[in-house]
Every structure is written in structure tokens, then in C-alpha cells.
Nanobody
Framework: QVQLVESGGGLVQPGGSLRLSCAAS????????MGWYRQAPGKQRELVAT???????KYADSVKGRFTISRDNAKNTVYLQMNSLKPEDTAVYYC??????????????WGQGTLVTVSS
């Protein structure tokens, strides 16, 4: 089985910073792309950022210039560095690997979610 184990999240003041981590565990052959989603109260889940195994990144316009996604391929871990946080960044953040390949199958794996609250 494949699991995504997240760490980080919590309460931070506006303008502050926070780093989220997500480690994929299990018998994994490859993870081409990993990303972060978030879901704010009363809103649809949205894609925040993605990164490929080669380091290509994409960001939502709302976080571009403030957030940085990175990964450690050897550890199957993805990070989200969040700077200049705003109250509207408040959401449950989910780690996602839409095509994580084991030796026998390809899975759409999700983390359990971690709450980020930006408030003074």
C-alpha cells in the first residue's frame, strides 16, 4: 500500500511562514508528479502547486511568488514553503500524488490533510 504522511500545519499570523512536508511510503517504483491542494471553508478544493520528478513546477496565481514547492526524489517527499501568508490561505492542505507507481499498479494517493490557519 502507498500512504502519504504529512507534517506541518497549524496557526500562523498574517505575513508569517510555514513549511508543509509530505512523505510517500510503501513499495514505490516512481512518482512523476506530486502536488498540494487546499480546501477553504465553503469552497471547492483547488490545486496550489505541482512539481515533477525533474523539478518542473506550476503554481496557482493566488500563491505565485509566495509559495515554493520542492521535492526530494530519493525520499519521495514533497514540501511546500509558504511565505507571506494571508488569511485567505486558511485551508486544509492536502498532499497528492496522482500517479504513484508501485510494482503492480498506479494509484492516485492523497494525504489526510493538514489544517493551516492564518489569523491574528
Amino acid at each position: 500500500q502507498v500512504q502519504l504522511v504529512e507534517s506541518g500545519g497549524g496557526l500562523v499570523q498574517p505575513g508569517g511562514s510555514l513549511r508543509l512536508s509530505c512523505a510517500a511510503s510503501g513499495t514505490i517504483f516512481s512518482i512523476y508528479v506530486m502536488g498540494w491542494y487546499r480546501q477553504a471553508p465553503g469552497k471547492q478544493r483547488e490545486l496550489v502547486a505541482t512539481i515533477t520528478s525533474g523539478g518542473s513546477t506550476k503554481y496557482a496565481d493566488s500563491v505565485k511568488g509566495r509559495f515554493t514547492i520542492s521535492r526530494d526524489n530519493a525520499k519521495n517527499t514533497v514540501y511546500l514553503q509558504m511565505n507571506s501568508l494571508k488569511p485567505e490561505d486558511t485551508a486544509v492542505y492536502y498532499c497528492n500524488a496522482p500517479r504513484v507507481a508501485t510494482l503492480t499498479e498506479v494509484l492516485d494517493a492523497w494525504g489526510q490533510g493538514t489544517l493551516v490557519t492564518v489569523s491574528s
